[in-house]
C-alpha cells in the first residue's frame, strides 16, 4: 500500500496482467505508457516488455480502435490508450463492430479488449475541440460494450484489472481532469466490479448521483451539506452501462430526493437515464438535474466556469429539493 | 527522455520488428521508384519550378518580408508575457522558424475581396503564423488568444481554434486530419459553384499517419479540386519525430500514389515556397487538380507554450517536461535557427537592393512597434459576458442554462 497517483495505478495493473499473459498487447499514441511515483519503480510498459507488444504508430485512432479489436479477435488480450483530441475518431470501430460483433457471430467472437477513451473538458481556454467530456454519453448507448468511467485511483486500478480480465470489450473512460488525484492503492492486484455504483456517503435526506470528473464537486457539496445537517448519499455510478439500478432504486426509495450532476452536456446526459430508471422504480419523488448546457464549451474562462456545473450549483439545486 | 528516432530505438533495443524490415524495404523501393519512373510526376524547387519571384514588385516583397516579421514578433512578444507576466491568460503553439512557409503560400493567394472571390486558408493547431500570412488583423487575433469579448472570434476560439472568414481564413482545425477533409470539401463546392477560388490546407508531418490525408489526396485527385495541402514537416508531431509514423523521408512521395505533383520545399526560403504554391495554385485555379506542397521547416519552441525559453530570447533549449517521446537536441533546434528564414529573406533582399540595410532595420522597428501597441490593445479589451456562452450555438436564440439545476 502507498500513496499513488492515478496513471501509476493504472499502469501497476496493466503491468501486472501484461506479465502473466505473454503475448497481451498495448497500443499508444503520442502517450508512452510511463509512470513514477514517489517511493516506487518506474513503470515503462515500452521497456518492459518490448515494441512488438507495446507499440505506437502515427496519430490514427481508427487504428488503433481497430487493431485493439482485432487483436482480440485473434485471441490477444488488447489495450489501448486513445488521448482526448481523438475519442471520437474511433467511435465506428467500437460502435459498429466491437458493439455488434458477439451477437452478429451468435456469441463466438471473443473480444478481451480495453479502449481507454481519454477525456477533457475540465480546463478553462482549451474550448472546442479540445474538450469533450460529452462522449459518456455517446459510448455508454453503445449494445455489447461496457462502458465504465472510474473517479479515484483505487478504482482506476480495480477497474482496469477487471476490465482486462473480462472477455467483452470495454470502454474504459478516464477523465483526465483527475490526472493529480493521489490516494492509497494497494500493491497488489484486485478486481472492482464493473457493474457495481459505490456509495461514496450514506444518509436518507437526499440522493446525489453522478460519475468521473463530476464527483470531486459533489463529494465536496456532500461534505458542505452533511455539515449543516442534511443527510447526503453520495453515489458514484462507476458503471454507465451495466448502470446499478437496484443502488440507485433503493437509495432514492429512502430519500424521494433525487439530483443528478454531469459534466456532460444536459440533453441524454447519464443522469437523464439515472432518473429514467429511478422513476420506473420509485413513486412519490422529486428530481433535479445539472448538466453542462447543451452548448460546446467557450473558450473564455468567464463564460466557461459560468457554464461547467460545480458544487455551488449542488449547493443551490439541493436547497430547492430540500425546500 | 533521450533523444532517439523510431529506427533508432528500434535498433538500440536490440529487437528486429516486422515493422521496422517493412519499413527498411518500403524505402528501398520508395528510392528506386522516384530514381526509375517519376521524374514526370516530380516537381523540385530549384529544378522543375520556375523562378516565379521574379515577377514579384518591390513593394510586394516587402509586405512579404514585414509579415514574416509580424509572424515572429508577435510570437516573441507573446512567450515573453507568458514567461513574465503572471496575469497574462493566453498561450500559443508557436510557429516561429516557420515563417517563410506561411508567408510564401500566402503571397501566391488572393487575401482581398469578396468571400466568393477570396482563397480559402486551413489551419492548424499552430495557426497565428498562418492566421497573419492571410491578413487576420493581428489586435483582433491578440484579443481572441486573451480571451477578450472584441476578440477575433469573441472569446469563443482562442488560439487552437481562430478564424476570420472576412480574409478567407477558414480556421484552425485543433485536430490532425479532419481539417485536410474539410478544405478538400470547400474545394468541391468551390467547383461545382464555379467560382476560381482555391482551397488550401496547412498540415503538419503527423497529418501523414491519419485515414484524412489519403482520403483527402484521393478524393482530391479523383475530382480534380482546385486544392493545394501544404504539408509542414518540422520533423515533430507534438513530441514524436515523424519517423514514428510515416516510412517515407519525403512525404511528397505519397503524392505519386495519387497521380498529382508532389513538391519538396526549402522550407526555410520564403521564395522556394512561394516558386511552388504559385504554381500550384495556378494549376488548381486553371481546374487542373491538387498538388502537394511538403516543405522542409522547423519550429523554434517546444509543442506547446514556452517551456524552455527565456524572456527576450528567442527559441527554446532544453528540458521540456511533456517532451515524453522525442526530446530535440539543442544542437538540433541551433543548427536549424542557423539558417533561419527571416535572415535568408532580409540577405536576398538586400542583396536585390530592394532594402538596404538600414530600411531593413527600419522594417523590423515598425513591426515591433505595430505588435506592442496590438498587445496593448488587446489586454484593455473587455471580458466576455459569462451568459454569452449559452449563444452562438444555433444561428438564432441562445439554450437553457442547465447547470443550476
Known sequence: ?323 | MAYETKLSRESRGGEPTPSATRRTFLKAVAGAGAAVSLSSQFSWANGEIGYWAKDLSDDKLKEMYATMLRIRWHERTQADKMLTEPGYRGYNHFYAGQEAVATGVCAALRNKGAFEEVDLVYSTHRPSGHALAKGVDLKKMCAENDFRATGLNKGYAAEMHISDKSVGFMGADGMIGPGLVMAAGSAFGIRARGSKQVSVVFGGDGTYATPAFHGTLNNAALLDLPFVYVLENNLYHQYAHYSYSCPMKDIADAARTYRIPGVVVDGQDVLQVYNAAKEAVERARAGEGPTLIEAKTYRYYNHWGAPGAKPGELGAFGYDPLAISSFRPEREVRAWMARDPIDIFRKTLINWGTLDQAKADAAEAAVKKEVKEAFEWADKQPLCKPEDGLKNVFVTGSVRAAQFG
Open chain 1, 1 to 323: 500500500m502507498a500513496r499513488k497517483s492515478w496513471m501509476y495505478s493504472v499502469l501497476e495493473a496493466v503491468q501486472y496482467e501484461m506479465r502473466q499473459r505473454k503475448d497481451m498487447v498495448w497500443l499508444f499514441e503520442l502517450t508512452p505508457p510511463v509512470a513514477s511515483n514517489p517511493g516506487k519503480p518506474v513503470i515503462n510498459l515500452e521497456k518492459e516488455f518490448g515494441r512488438t507488444r507495446v507499440n505506437n504508430t502515427g496519430i490514427d485512432e481508427m487504428w488503433m480502435a481497430g487493431a485493439t479489436l482485432g487483436a482480440g479477435l485473434a485471441g490477444v488480450t488488447a489495450v489501448t490508450y486513445i488521448p482526448y483530441q481523438g475519442n471520437g475518431m474511433c467511435f465506428q470501430m467500437i460502435q459498429n463492430h466491437a458493439g455488434k460483433l458477439r451477437h452478429m457471430t451468435g456469441g463466438d467472437a471473443e473480444m478481451p479488449i480495453v479502449f481507454i477513451l481519454e477525456m477533457t473538458g475540465q480546463t478553462p481556454g482549451f474550448a472546442g475541440q479540445h474538450s469533450d467530456y460529452e462522449i459518456d454519453t455517446y459510448y455508454a448507448h453503445i449494445p455489447g460494450v461496457k462502458t465504465v468511467i472510474p473517479s479515484t485511483p483505487r478504482d482506476a486500478k480495480g477497474m482496469m484489472a477487471s476490465a482486462i480480465r473480462d472477455r467483452n470489450p470495454v470502454v474504459y473512460l478516464y477523465p483526465a481532469g483527475l490526472r493529480n488525484l493521489v490516494e492509497e492503492v494497494p500493491d497488489d492486484q484486485y478486481e472492482t466490479p464493473l457493474d457495481k455504483a459505490a456509495l461514496r456517503s450514506t444518509g436518507g435526506d437526499l440522493t446525489i448521483v453522478s460519475s468521473g470528473a463530476g464527483m470531486p464537486e459533489v463529494l465536496e457539496a456532500t461534505k458542505r451539506l452533511q455539515e449543516s445537517g442534511v443527510g447526503v448519499e453520495a453515489i458514484d455510478l462507476r458503471s454507465l452501462k451495466p448502470m446499478d439500478t437496484e443502488t440507485l432504486v433503493k437509495s432514492v426509495q429512502k430519500t424521494k430526493r433525487l439530483l443528478t450532476f454531469d459534466q456532460s452536456y444536459y440533453t441524454l446526459c447519464p443522469g437523464a437515464e439515472v432518473i429514467a430508471r429511478v422513476a420506473e422504480n420509485v413513486d412519490g419523488a422529486r428530481y433535479k438535474r445539472i448538466a453542462f448546457p447543451d452548448a460546446p464549451p467557450p473558450a473564455s474562462p468567464e463564460m466557461f466556469l459560468w457554464m461547467r456545473p460545480n458544487a455551488e450549483h449542488i449547493m443551490g439545486a439541493a436547497k430547492q429539493l430540500l425546500g
